[in-house]
T-cell receptor
Framework: AQTVTQSQPEMSVQEAETVTLSCTYDTSESDYYLFWYKQPPSRQMILVIRQEAYKQQNATENRFSVNFQKAAKSFSLKISDSQLGDAAMYFC???????????????FGEGTQLTVNP | EAQVTQNPRYLITVTGKKLTVTCSQNMNHEYMSWYRQDPGLGLRQIYYSMNVEVTDKGDVPEGYKVSRKEKRNFPLILESPSPNQTSLYFCASHRTGGNSPLHFGNGTRLTVT
């Protein structure tokens, strides 16, 4: 079974600064998908960014970007120009490739609680 | 509005009293799944469904049941709840396609005393 590890239970950043959240995963597959989700205090789960393993180019969504290192099985999230509204729990997730009989599975990391200080 | 509707948002019950948490999506998604969220453990998959009448166990299926009789609905059933099932539960759906994102319900906070 795949595992996803977020080694930083808590992180903090000053408003307008940059912070990087780490995520590593274990898999024997070559084709898969990676996601970062954000969970603010409202507990709603919000997609932040996604990456296909076959793409070498790192995904970017406005102030959010990833550093995808396939060989190292690492998928870190960089938040630039941090804002107070970025304060949330962040989850890294791995999705296996779809299989005809078993579909695809999604595995989440433990989460990183991000605090943004004014 | 495209959404996953999950009810109830809060539920307090006693050990052994059967309960059902409902989940419905209006996006015609093939996949639906249930997760529980516990501090320090992230989200763990309970059950998932690829399509109608096709369900499979996730990582923590013990003590739970599901059914997928219609494409839009995927209820989670706790036949005999126990205190270790106190948790925050999420239903989610997504379409076929590896990079398609999950759409989550708003969560159900379950407390079993």
């Amino acid at each position: 079974a795949q595992t996803v590890t977020q080694s930083q239970p808590e992180m903090s950043v000053q408003e307008a600064e940059t912070v990087t959240l780490s995520c590593t995963y274990d898999t024997s597959e070559s084709d898969y998908y990676l996601f970062w989700y954000k969970q603010p205090p409202s507990r709603q789960m919000i997609l932040v960014i996604r990456q296909e393993a076959y793409k070498q180019q790192n995904a970017t969504e406005n102030r959010f970007s990833v550093n995808f290192q396939k060989a190292a099985k690492s998928f870190s999230l960089k938040i630039s120009d941090s804002q107070l509204g970025d304060a949330a729990m962040y989850f890294c997730a791995y999705r296996s490739p779809e299989k005809e009989t078993s579909g695809s599975r999604l595995t989440f990391g433990e989460g990183t609680q991000l605090t943004v200080n004014p | 509005e495209a959404q996953v509707t999950q009810n109830p948002r809060y539920l307090i019950t006693v050990t052994g009293k059967k309960l059902t948490v409902t989940c419905s999506q209006n996006m015609n998604h093939e996949y639906m799944s249930w997760y529980r969220q516990d501090p320090g453990l992230g989200l763990r998959q309970i059950y998932y469904s690829m399509n109608v009448e096709v369900t499979d166990k996730g990582d923590v299926p013990e003590g739970y049941k599901v059914s997928r009789k219609e494409k839009r609905n995927f209820p989670l059933i706790l036949e005999s709840p126990s205190p270790n099932q106190t948790s925050l539960y999420f239903c989610a759906s997504h379409r076929t396609g590896g990079n398609s994102p999950l759409h989550f319900g708003n969560g159900t906070r379950l407390t079993v005393t």
